[in-house]
């Protein structure tokens, strides 16, 4: 297990310091896309972003971090807000993830806010756990604090570590700074829930697509063709209670003069502002392909979604350097 964490630490300092020379300023309006036969307004529609992050920061209360964090409390890392919602013991549900004999799984649960005009990342492997002082091993099946936030996003995820069941005292540290070792502490409370409920945000984006529409960006041109709901033929790939599954599905043509790859993992799904699972491997219509220059490609991608969800929105990062996305409204 070590070593499978080593190695997705060091995947994950590779994407943090790749994300660190590429990102620029961001914000769902940064993309360079325009919808075929309309003149562009992302200029005007960028400036506006600015000047509501602007107006928010100055409008909220600055918040200083602290060493120890318990339930209920909220801590900064860069633009990223993190509220420790509650603790407890996870509860695994796959028998052959059991832990250890005389151990236990125990979760924090957070939830995060980007409060910044660009992408933000967050990651499981930026933790570390110890029980009495001691390291410990995470489950990373468990684990669901992971993501990629565009300016103004939400998500909530759960970090889970093995600890000994007599452990009398249990840290969860999260690194803010690899380069510094700078990090804070997230102390284990048990069972324990600070009646935090995050506020949805039922806004539909000024700049969101909707079906029938034609974008091009600087490379592709694409199709929105239909959205719905994903009905799984496969009993092991079926929405966890509460949910369901809703896909997007376009048509991509490649308008450059150069091979463009286009997939379904530069593709997240925001409902009512948070963040949500994509669902994989759910049939051989997914969006994924190398296509050159002039040539198609169509597919969907599919998300998991809560069924009370108001406003769901899939953005697709159009380019990587400058977090470019184009928005496309589920209908």
């Not at 914000?27 to 075929?36: A, E, I, L, P």
Request: with cysteine; proline share 2%.
């Amino acid at each position: 297990m070590r070593k499978a964490k080593l190695l997705g630490v060091i995947l994950a300092s590779c994407a943090f310091m790749a994300f660190a020379l590429g990102s620029g300023e961001s914000s769902s309006s940064s993309s360079t896309s325009t919808k075929v036969g309309e003149v562009s307004e992302k200029e005007d529609k960028t400036d506006s972003a600015k000047e509501s992050s602007e107006e928010k920061e100055v409008k909220e209360e600055k918040i200083e971090n602290k060493e120890e964090n318990y339930v209920g409390d909220v801590c900064m890392d860069g633009d990223v807000k993190i509220t420790y919602v509650k603790s407890g013991v996870y509860e695994e549900t796959n028998q052959f993830l059991q832990p250890a004999e005389g151990n236990q799984y125990v979760y924090i649960e957070l939830y995060a806010e980007n409060t910044g005009n660009k992408d933000s990342s967050i990651s499981s492997f930026s933790f570390e756990c110890y029980a009495d002082g001691y390291a410990v091993d995470q489950n990373y099946t468990g684990s669901t604090f992971d993501g990629t936030l565009s300016a103004g996003r939400t998500m909530t995820g759960q970090v889970v570590y093995e600890v000994p069941i007599d452990a009398q005292e249990i840290e969860f540290e999260y690194s803010l700074n690899a380069w510094t070792s700078e990090h804070v502490k997230f102390i284990y409370e048990g069972e324990k829930d600070s009646g935090f409920v995050p506020e949805a945000n039922t806004a539909v984006s000024a700049d969101a697509y909707k079906v029938g529409d034609i974008i091009e960006t600087d490379d592709l041109r694409i199709t929105y063709l239909s959205c719905g709901q994903f009905e799984s033929d496969n009993m092991f790939i079926q929405p966890k209670d509460g949910y369901k599954y809703l896909y997007l599905e376009l048509e991509v043509e490649n308008i450059s003069d150069r091979d463009q790859t286009v997939s379904s993992f530069s593709f997240d799904c925001f409902a009512d502002g948070a963040a949500c699972d994509q669902s994989y491997y759910t049939g051989d219509d997914d969006l994924d392909a190398t296509i050159s220059a002039g040539r198609k490609t169509k597919g969907r991608v599919v998300f998991e979604i809560p069924n009370e969800a108001t406003t769901v929105e899939f953005e697709y990062l159009d380019n990587f350097w400058t977090s470019g996305r184009v928005i496309f409204l589920y209908e």
